[in-house]
């Protein structure tokens, strides 16, 4: 089929171009089942061979907002959701060609891919041959991941790929071709590179920039011989070093994770004999038998299938196993759960048999894909923002102390005596917070053990300083935000019951209810008892309960555990029906025709008998609902049988859409009495005018806490997305019981299905059985919901280009995950993915915080994670994120404080410089092992103090922290200003007082009172000694009062409790209780820190630290004022936002044309209002400001409809 008429309008349909057209529908030169589109911008016209594949979308054109599934060919299941195709996206792309997309795992490591081999002229698209095309998709569809692995085995046939293995499908391979492909492609194993060295974590750590600027002040210390400080300076490198090495030395063992999930058998068929293998073993070529519970040890290609089925939720995120077959594909960018023919290492086989060709093997495999990349971004250490701004903060602040040593040398004219080295190494000291990065690492290794007690494990400290700036959670569906087991929700039987199900997950506890009301097990409706049994009849899981671990076991198909689970609920055992019902025969699920069906012969006791005929077998049969209602004449109500007419089929065909609608999987169960069974019998002649029990509603159910979890994080205006491998109903439904799209979206997605008529008797016969309705411009710019292929085929400009991201992605790969990680990247968001499968590896690594489940998670998801939850419960992160909150918030606080004892000694050194002796040495105020006493042994506690500061009541109700603002934001730079400068002038004020207040001013200054020695043998220096002890003892106490402060920085302390933080109150009495002894106890106090023991002096020092009380609590209070006045002004937008428009009208009374008029005084007219307000509840949030702006008669209707895309 080639659409090539450049003249054609823009709403012009192809007659013959649907997607459910076959091979043998296509007409014109070409019966190719692949699709060959030119990239040549000299082509005018877009040129398709078939319509295997639907084009991609353009830059220029959007994709519809909502479609229905349609559906793949019938050798898959119904429930497949197809790709549409967009005709005004062709039409457009026929113009203006697509851009080149750059490869996923090239855009991961930062390249940029090469051009596709895969571009040929026009002409030679639309006239080559089946053979030719299938020999240059070979070509155009090798995707470089690992050693260079091809992705387009799922389209070729059987005999293309034993051709292209050399294998024999009946002997395979001979002992010589392993050993020689053996040789070729190495071991089935991952090869990786084993996590970090313990050396490169601990260079890290010193080579941190304010270690480094503490490793510069040891060396000069040393060089000035002045020992203790060269002792404690080292005490403090070491204390920081090592706290730091030790909380990240659990290093990623992401290689060794994989490695651990290898099969440990295979069964292979090599020189016509079948043997059972280590999977290491396995080559390229072999030939593999798979059946129910196998773990998959390689990449297949399925050549033969009987009743196979795979649960691939590691790598696709669905829940229910998917159905496989062998015959070849049509579609080549297929995501992974679409290729049904397809089998990947480490999957596991929940049902059938299989004979398989091995197509990868090792890191040639998909998951092998996913450790390549793990193990490339493993070896790169990532800092947060933060630790990137304070090694800028600590280069800095070195560049300072040189620049401040220099100012000290030129003081003294360069002269480079001992005294002045001295000096200028005591202001390099006061300038350097050396308490910082411990009382951090400090404050994030209790933040660590504080969440770990709340069941989430910190495995880098990095982590909880991001999480209080996450803007976006990426979130996995299954096991994350619901429970990962499915579960019936909903029983419908004719003509019009519907009963609903309580309880979730595997334990059978729970009650059947209609209209509110439970049923009683001993009075059951007929047709319900029958539709129970017949689920626990029909049905191969089985559910047993462990007394030793006191939790129940299920083995067998999700979905028919869910059966069991519900039969169970009402009392109903398979094993009791069993002692009365011998099972003659099966009929196995066959995907061409969704069914399956088992023949029971019946004695006397049978429960089964008051429903059915006594003489003959039999037959219980369950399938997709449309297959089930084609092959049944009758249906069972709770007043007997009745025939399936008119009525009939339009009830079953409106409940099934109602319950798919909601995104449940639902499943139609009928009977039918056969007077004998044998194998040879046609299939057709039993599986027909059946009778109609009902139809069954499955789902994983959603998590009791997620939507709360959901809400708190929408409060604290964090967009929470869900990446799901399941279909887009399903999604949408799950998204809006969990909040995260409003109910409109839901409301939506019923009338089209409505509109569509739910399912037809003769839908597997119709090529385009769904009929959206026609869009609305709104509507169809609606992004909330997008498909892993509508989102595939948009390049990285058309995603910057929405206003938003899609709040959910359905049918999600692990491409689509990067890909918006990506874009919330390029967007300057923080991102939190969370995951358990292997495919959510890439994307928790390249996230700014990756969060693994702990109990359903794989080993590579949390080797990959800087968080593992416990209770793989969603609720567990908005505690994260809280604790992250309050952990960056105490680091502003303690911040604050300590670099207020910085720039007050800063400031005290430098202007005491003025201060010097008759023979021109200045005297300073403070000894260095002073400075580094009031740095460490008192501003330190404090600090570790108020890094375990309970949050604040409105944490959760503000929104993120910008990813551009600091640790410092202006407000934080002018409390340290005010309040360090405000120290530094107090303490300076009784320095100077000492010296002229008491003594004589400079003449009692002497140049030997900077030197060690003890006071008797200086006896001219004991006022110095003496003020400097007044100067120690004031900054001491101030710093402690400081931390007080700092508790609260927008808020006066006389307004709230000050002494609620015990730590707090404990770390002012030890530091209390330390300071005293270093001014009284001999030699200590002179010889030691160069000071002396002093009486009335305290008078002194108690005035200093009340004038510092209340000038600090006047600014708080300006400060609070302020605030509350901000507030005020805000709420009065808010009611502006939230006044009714309402028509105006002129003098007459008369209504004027539509016209927005905001409810306001006459003398108050604004032409734009920006208010930041919290949205309704039951809205998805924009970024940004809402901007309320009046405006004229709309000259654009936006309810007009668009042509049915």
């Excluded at 299941?77 to 490869?103: I, T």
């Excluded at 060396?219 to 060269?230: D, F, P, Y």
């Excluded at 005290?908 to 005297?923: K, T």
Aim: charged share 20%.
């Amino acid at each position: 089929l080639i659409c090539s008429c450049p003249t054609a309008s823009k709403h012009t349909r192809p007659p013959l171009f649907h997607r459910h057209m076959g091979k043998d529908d296509v007409t014109g030169p070409s019966d190719s089942l692949t699709l060959d589109k030119t990239d040549s911008a000299a082509v005018p016209i877009t040129t398709y061979t078939a319509t295997g594949e639907e084009p991609p979308l353009s830059s220029a054109a959007a994709p519809p907002a909502a479609v229905s599934p349609s559906r793949h060919d019938d050798h898959v299941p119904e429930d497949r959701p197809d790709r549409e195709v967009d005709h005004e996206a062709v039409d457009v792309e026929a113009a203006s060609p697509r851009k080149k997309k750059v490869n996923f795992f090239d855009r991961l490591r930062g390249k940029s891919s090469g051009s596709d081999s895969s571009s040929s002229s026009s002409s030679s698209s639309s006239s080559s041959s089946s053979s030719s095309t299938t020999s240059s998709t070979s070509s155009s569809t090798k995707r470089r991941r690992g050693k260079g692995r091809k992705t387009a085995f799922h389209i070729q046939t059987r005999e293309q790929i034993l051709e292209e293995f050399n294998a024999n499908a009946e002997r395979g391979l001979t002992a010589a071709e392993v050993a020689a492909r053996l040789e070729k492609y190495g071991r089935n194993e991952f090869k990786g590179s084993g996590g970090l060295n313990p050396w490169k974590i601990l260079l890290g750590h010193v080579s941190n920039s304010l270690t480094v600027v503490l490793a510069i002040a040891l060396i000069l210390s040393a060089i000035a011989q002045e020992v203790i400080e060269v002792v404690v300076i080292a005490v403090i490198i070491i204390f920081n070093v090592s706290v730091g090495f030790f909380q990240e030395y659990r290093s990623e063992k992401t290689m060794d994770a994989l490695k651990k999930m290898s099969s440990p058998k295979a069964t292979v068929i090599r020189d016509g004999q079948k043997e059972v293998i280590d999977t290491g073993l396995v080559v390229p070529g072999d030939l593999v038998e798979i059946q129910e519970g196998d773990q998959v040890p390689a990449d297949l290609r399925i050549i033969q299938a009987t009743n196979l089925e795979i649960d691939e939720a590691m790598l696709t995120g669905e829940s229910v196993p998917a159905i496989k077959t062998s015959e070849p594909r049509e579609t080549l960018a297929e995501p992974l759960g679409d290729r049904v023919n397809m089998a990947y290492k480490n999957t596991i086989v929940t049902k059938g048999l299989g004979l398989c060709i091995v197509v990868g093997t090792g890191m040639d495999t998909e998951v092998g894909g996913i450790a390549e990349l793990l193990a490339e971004s493993s070896s790169k250490s990532e800092k947060t923002d933060l630790q990137r701004r304070l090694d800028k903060m600590g280069y800095v602040l070195f560049a300072f102390a040189v620049i401040l040593g220099l100012v000290v040398l030129a003081v003294d004219k360069f002269r480079f005596t001992e005294g002045s080295l001295l000096y200028a190494i005591s202001v390099g000291v006061a300038i350097i917070p050396e308490g910082l990065v411990a009382v951090m690492t400090v404050t994030m290794a209790l933040g660590v053990r504080r969440m770990a007690g709340k069941n989430a494990i910190v495995r880098k400290l990095a982590a909880l300083e991001a999480l209080g700036s996450v803007t976006n959670i990426c979130s996995d569906k299954t096991g994350t935000l619901t429970m990962g087991k499915m579960t019936t929700v909903n029983i419908w039987t004719p003509p019009q019951n519907t009963y609903t199900v309580s309880g979730a997950g595997i334990v059978p506890e729970g009650t059947i209810s209609q209209d509110n009301v439970p049923v009683e097990p001993n009075n059951l409706p007929p047709a319900l008892n029958m539709l129970l049994m017949s689920a626990s009849l029909n049905n191969h899981s089985s559910l047993t309960f462990k007394e030793d671990g006191a939790s129940w076991v299920s083995t067998g198909d999700p979905t028919e555990v869910a059966l069991n689970v519900v039969a169970r609920k009402i009392g109903i055992v398979k094993t009791d029906l069993e002692a009365n019902a011998r099972l003659e025969g099966e009929l196995l699920f066959d995907a061409t025709i969704k069914r399956m069906s088992v023949i029971y012969r019946l004695d006397e006791k049978s429960p089964l008998l008051q429903y059915v005929p006594r003489d003959g077998l039999l037959m219980l049969c369950k399938g997709a609902p449309e297959r089930i209602v084609t092959a049944c004449s009758f249906a069972m109500t709770n007043d007997g049988v009745i025939p399936m007419n008119d009525f009939m089929r339009s009830a079953t065909a409106d409940a099934n859409a109602s319950l798919a609608s909601n995104g449940l999987r639902v499943l139609g169960l009928a009977w039918r009495s056969i007077p004998a069974f044998n194998e040879e019998m046609p299939r057709d002649s039993l599986e027909t005018e059946m009778t109609l029990i009902g139809l069954v509603g499955i789902q994983d159910p959603p998590r009791q806490e997620s939507a709360d979890a959901v809400a708190e994080c929408q409060k604290a205006g964090i967009h929470v997305h869900m990446l799901t491998g399941d279909h887009d109903t399903t999604a949408r439904a799950i998204a809006v019981s969990v909040g995260i799209l409003p109910k409109e979206d839901l409301r939506s997605s019923r009338s089209v299905l409505k509109h569509s008529g739910g399912f037809r008797p003769d839908a597997h016969l119709r090529p385009n059985h769904h009929h959206p309705m026609p869009l609305s411009k709104s509507q169809a710019h609606d992004w909330h919901v997008m498909t892993s292929h509508q989102l595939s085929k948009l390049t990285d400009e058309d995603l910057d280009g929405l206003s938003q991201l899609p709040l959910v992605v359905a049918r999600c790969s692990p491409e689509n995950k990067v890909q918006l990680v990506d874009a919330h990247h390029r967007r300057h968001h923080t991102v939190a993915m969370t995951g358990d499968g292997v495919n959510d590896a890439p994307s928790i690594r390249r996230a700014d915080i990756g969060i693994a489940m702990g109990v359903g998670g794989s080993d590579v998801a949390k080797q990959a994670a800087h968080i593992v939850l416990m209770d793989d419960n969603f609720a567990t992160i908005v505690i994260a994120v809280r604790e992250g909150r309050r952990i960056f918030e105490n680091i502003r606080k303690f911040a604050v404080h300590l670099m207020c004892c910085n720039l007050s000694q800063i400031i005290v050194l430098l202007i005491a410089l003025a201060f010097r002796s008759a023979d021109g040495v200045s005297i300073f105020p403070m000894s260095p092992l002073q400075i580094l006493w009031l740095n460490l042994l008192t501003g330190s506690p404090p600090a570790l103090a108020l890094g375990v500061e309970e949050a604040s009541k409105d944490i959760m109700t503000t929104p993120p922290r910008p990813k551009s603002e600091g640790l410092f934001t202006r407000l934080l730079l002018s409390d340290i200003f005010f309040f360090g400068t405000l120290k530094g002038v107090i303490v300076l004020c009784t320095w100077i007082l000492m010296l002229y207040g008491v003594g004589n001013g400079t003449s009692d200054l002497h140049g030997e009172c900077n030197e060690d020695g003890p006071i008797e043998n200086k006896p001219q220096c004991e006022l110095v000694y003496r003020a400097r002890s007044v100067v120690f003892a004031t900054f001491t106490l101030l710093i402690l009062l400081l931390g007080y402060e700092c508790r609260r920085l927008s808020k006066p302390l006389v307004m709230s409790n000050p002494f609620n933080n015990k730590y707090l109150n404990y770390a002012t009495i030890f530091c209390v209780a330390l300071a005293i002894p270093t001014i009284y106890i001999p030699w200590i106090n002179d010889e030691v820190f160069r000071q002396t023991i002093i009486g009335w002096e305290w008078g002194i020092v108690a005035g200093a630290v009340i004038v510092y009380f209340v000038l600090c609590e006047v600014y708080k209070f300006i400060k609070y004022k302020k605030k509350v006045d901000l507030k005020y002004r805000n709420m009065k937008i808010t009611e502006l936002r939230e006044v009714k428009i309402k028509p105006k009208k002129n003098k007459k009374g008369q209504e004027q044309p539509a016209q927005a008029q905001l409810e306001q005084p006459a003398d108050v007219i604004p032409t734009s209002i920006t208010a930041v307000v919290p949205p309704p509840t039951d809205v998805i949030p924009l970024p940004g400001p809402t901007t309320l702006t009046p405006t004229g008669p709309s000259t654009q209707d936006n309810d007009e409809p668009l042509p049915v895309l």
